[in-house]
């Protein structure tokens, strides 16, 4: 599909990519090179050209100063609209939407490189909070790996600062603190969201082992949550052993009750006859025993009646006397 449009006597238009309140994502092909780039222009319906060129400058500029092979390059911006490196695939949303909820092993494997691209952010001279980390803004490229689009709603995190300027973010995964009143957002925002994100595309299925970090990064208090990227990294590497220990101990504990039972069984029924000889030897000792009993209580209880009513006694018959 070709639009016919060029924009900027520089890129013909081939087609939307995607439209949000804002703004409007376009595909277009560099005439000078044949090149594909991505063309974000801001709504001008929506935002005055003062306000229009500060949202630009602020979300261009960020992009220019970030150099990394997961995050789009820069090539230029304008007053209304910048030029991206086109990223080729799908976004990890629809991914999931056409193949089904991932594997736990896919997921956490996309999970790893999520978490590089955010560490590298959180890391820089000027960390970067990106805030609106979903799998709509994950692109899943042809060779397999992700790359991170759409820095709108990201910001430079100030350590000085009390909030945020703008409360951003993505109902679903966005963390407690960027609805306001609870501080300025930071890395542990991009952890709550990752956290949401993975369980998301995981279709919220996953040993209790993974869950134990999801949970963790999604703690309501950020103080909770893992402190840094560096940290679910490692938590992430060592899980496995966790889970083939667990199932280890498992197996292990079901086999001793199965063991221990089939003992019992055995024992049961190879030592059937010696039990059930033992039970009538026991019973033949028992019952004489319990009827000599029972015999020196009635004499006794004659005894008694005996004593206290004297002469009358003998007209009280016995047990025996009444049934005849």
């Known amino acids: 599909m070709d639009t016919g449009i060029l924009y900027r006597d520089k890129y013909r238009i081939k087609r939307k990519l995607g439209e949000g309140g804002s703004s409007v994502v376009l595909m277009g092909i560099d005439e000078r090179k044949g090149s594909a780039v991505t063309i974000k222009q801001i709504k001008k319906d929506v935002y005055g050209s003062g306000e229009m060129s500060l949202l630009m400058g602020d979300e261009a500029g960020m992009l220019m100063n970030l150099h990394h092979p ?36 896919e997921a956490v494997a996309i999970g790893f490189e999520l978490l590089d691209i955010l560490s590298y952010l959180h890391t820089g001279k000027r960390p970067v909070v990106y805030r609106d980390l979903k799998p709509s803004n994950i692109i899943v490229r042809p060779d397999g790996h992700v790359s991170l689009i759409d820095f709108g709603a990201a910001r430079y995190f100030e350590r000085d600062a009390s909030s945020d300027t703008r409360n951003l973010g993505t109902g679903g995964f966005a963390a407690p603190e960027q609805y306001g009143n609870l501080g300025q957002t930071d890395p542990r925002t991009d952890i709550y969201c990752f956290g949401r994100t993975l369980l998301q595309i995981m279709g919220g299925r996953c040993s209790p082992e993974l869950m134990m970090i999801i949970d963790k990064c999604t703690k309501p208090d950020r103080d909770d949550r893992f402190n840094n990227c560096e940290e679910i990294v490692d938590a992430l590497k060592k899980y496995p052993k966790v889970v083939r220990k667990n199932k280890f101990m498992a197996k292990a504990k079901y086999g001793l009750v199965a063991a221990v039972l089939a003992f019992i069984i055995s024992f049961a029924v190879t030592n059937y006859e010696t039990v059930v000889s033992y039970a009538a030897y026991d019973a033949q000792l028992r019952v004489p025993a319990v009827k000599e009993r029972l015999g020196l209580a009635g004499v006794r209880i004659r005894q008694m009646i005996s004593e206290k009513y004297g002469e009358d006694a003998d007209r009280i018959k016995k047990p025996a006397e009444e049934d005849e």
């Open 70 to 105: 997961s995050i789009p390059v820069m090539i230029e911006a304008y007053d209304d609209a910048f030029v991206l490196e086109y990223i080729p695939g799908n976004s990890l949303e629809k991914y999931v939407r056409h193949r089904g909820f991932l594997k736990e092993k």
